[in-house]
């Protein structure tokens, strides 16, 4: 038996799978039916209790740990589990696929992460989503009380990025030359594998760098500067903000994700904000609005032709936003979550800059917005024309 002991005191009982070890952090929920083996390796779920909804997990098992040709994880998005524990309501101790090569229970116990199964995943949410997402602390065993909470660290409260962020930085080279090449510079603020996949097929060379590193001073090549996912508060992340303003500073083009469009609002003098219980989950609608467009009551009635172009269906995982009214002039707001009407995405009027909350590269989940690295090369390739131009 374990439980799962929340900061308002409420106790959920269940039965224990994974490691058998007690553990603590911040509790979310993630609404997805299947990629549970993406989102345990995801970097934002850093110092989090993830919570899925859909009833039954485990039942496809996890796939091997086997390296890509660029020396990185095949099938994971990063090279360990980053949660801290794991709540269902009921896993599955049988898996069948094809790829599979270990049952949930088995991957978890062999990364010491325990997980608690039979909850009232249900209740559990819906108290979520009324009083927030809180800490929280599975225990091994029963009869816990409350007071045995004990003091847990707010994981928002310490920079995650530092934790999870490469600490040299790496050159990927594509397996297959482009006509136009292009190269990047890719900050690693908790990357997800896929982006670097989504890059790499598309024939860009990226240098992925420290969260901190000291873009002034480089020596390294590139034609862009892009700025990946990751855990906690945004304005933690002090010495990416700066290197980000410097980049906006020197009319380098810049794209950035999740993570990196909270990051590259902080840079231009914006402000974000945490919510109350955040977007996890591959089913989130946001509408794409045209500059300067009045998008206030997109929650509760559909956009005219002139104030947006179309809605897509995004894989997220975040806590924190944007606020819209920090924003300076010149920028505007790109991208709308079509439920609650927060910024998924803000761009500069030049074009040469912009940035999305949701993930383009997905894993898991939809591939709507995944024409959104391309359109990003097309602005590379735009500069390099205007350069040629020039001379």
Known sequence: MAQLILSDGTIFEGESFGAKCDSDGEVVFNTGMAGYPESLTDPSYRGQILTFTYPLI????????????????????????????VIVSQVSKDYSHHTAVSSLQNWMEHHNIPGITGIDTRALTKKLREHGVMLGRITQGQGASSQQLGDISDPNEVNLVAEVSCKEPITYKPQSPTTNPQSLICYDCGIKNNILRSWLKRGVTVHRVPWDFDLASSSLEYDAVFISNGPGDPKKCDATIKNIKWSIDHNIPTFGICLGNQLLALAIGGDTYKLKYGHRGVNQPCIEVTEGADVADVRTSAPSASSAHHCIITSQNHGFAVDEKSLPAGWHVWWKNANDGTIEGIRHES???????????????????DYLFDEFLGVLELEKALVGAEK
């Open 58 to 85: 485990g039942n496809y098992g996890v796939p091997s740990e086997e390296k890509n040709a660029w020396g990185f994880s095949k099938n994971f998005e990063s090279e360990s589990i980053h949660v801290r524990g």
């Open 351 to 369: 074009g040469r800059f912009f940035s999305v909350q949701f993930h383009p590269e997905a894993t898991p989940g939809p591939e709507d917005a």
